[in-house]
């Protein structure tokens, strides 16, 4: 496994573990089968790394991830949330819309 110092992010190839096969730099080099590497895989990119005297990787602690974003609504869900149901079965009438557009605009999926 190779974990970037600067990214905290991390590659693993099968058939090489213990190597940098990237040749990359500012990276650490961990055994895929390490403990230390399931606890990364985890909690990657939200941690910090822990380091001994030598400043070898030894342990991370887990930090915080920030909230996730919401997505947006598409626009048949601002429709539905901002017309009443009889606004909504004129539309229907007047127009032709899919099944699908309409359980959604009815607040249902």
Known sequence: MIIHKDT???????????SNFGNYEN??????????ANKIMQHSPY???????????VDITP???PPEKPKPLTDIEILGQE????EIQEII???QISDLEIRLLMGGF
Do not use: A, M, T
């Open 8 to 18: 905290k992010s991390y590659e693993i190839l099968s058939g090489h573990p213990n």
């Open 27 to 36: 990276v650490f080099i961990l055994d895929d089968e390490h403990e230390l």
């Open 47 to 57: 941690f910090e790394f822990v380091l001994n005297d030598q400043s070898e990787l």
């Open 63 to 65: 930090i915080e991830r």
């Open 83 to 86: 017309l009443s149901e009889r």
């Open 93 to 95: 009438q007047g127009q």
